[in-house]
């Protein structure tokens, strides 16, 4: 089954605590993305990546760190939570020839005290 | 840049009745997709339909309808007949393709709820 796989579902974790949420896809699509969404403003892109070594900023790359070392995996790196980045994360995926359709996650919920 | 606005927040009805959701987007590029998704209580995000820039036809999903006018920038979805399983998070959003990194920009969302 063609999906996206984000791990954990859930996360509560302390200031200052690095931390990572894993994605992977096994549709071998090559762009992958972080989105993290909060109440009133919808989902904003965190970063994105075009392919394998090929990562950039979204709008909002403050606090996070992405990797793309394969082409299933992209993972969300917070190297020092902070309350600020409690929010619901969603990685998501496309095909470079359908790029317009993105398959997303089931979401991470990231609780930072 | 581009952005999208969904100026209601939340909505209230009793099923059957219908609702319309309204969705404004702003873009120079005369080449764009998009979307609504709906978020369930549960979470995820559903994928409801894709529209191109270049397609103004409308369209109808069961009780699903979508009204696309470039004139006025807007993606205006509807449901007709509502039902206590539409009470969702309803999204809408815009994608420039690969020239923008392939990222959707979403509005804030409408909350939908449906009294039984």
């Known amino acids: ?22 994605c992977s896809q096994n549709m071998n699509h090559e762009y992958m993305s972080w989105y993290r969404q909060d109440p009133g403003l919808g989902l904003r892109q ?11 900023k979204g709008d909002v790359p403050e606090g996070y760190k ?8 992209f993972p969300l790196i917070l190297e020092s939570p902070s309350p600020n980045q409690t929010s619901l994360y969603f990685c998501a ?6 790029n317009e359709k993105l398959f997303f996650g089931s979401g991470t919920q990231l609780s930072v005290l | 840049a581009q952005k999208v606005t969904q100026a209601q927040t939340e909505i209230s009805v009793v099923e059957k009745e219908d609702v319309t959701l309204d969705c404004v987007y702003e873009t120079r590029d ?4 998009l979307f609504w998704y709906k978020q369930p209580p549960s979470g995820e995000l559903v994928f ?31 449901i007709t007949a ?3 399983v539409d009470s969702a998070v309803y999204f809408c959003a ?3 393709g690969k020239a923008a990194g392939n990222k959707l920009t979403f509005g804030g969302g409408t909350r939908v709820l449906v009294k039984p």
């Open chain 1, 1 to 22: 089954e063609a999906q996206v796989t984000q791990n954990p579902r859930y996360l509560i974790t302390v200031t200052g605590k690095k931390l990572t949420v894993t």
């Open chain 1, 46 to 56: 965190i970063y994105y990546s075009m392919n394998v070594e090929v990562t950039d």
């Open chain 1, 66 to 73: 992405v990797s793309r070392k394969e082409k299933r995996n």
């Open chain 1, 93 to 98: 995926s496309s095909s470079r020839w359908r």
């Open chain 2, 30 to 33: 005369t080449t764009y997709y």
């Open chain 2, 48 to 78: 409801l339909i894709r529209r191109n820039s270049f397609d103004e036809q409308n369209e109808i999903s069961g009780r699903y309808s979508w009204n696309f006018q470039k004139s006025t920038s807007s993606f205006n979805f509807t």
């Open chain 2, 82 to 84: 509502s039902q206590v």
């Open chain 2, 94 to 96: 815009l994608n420039l």
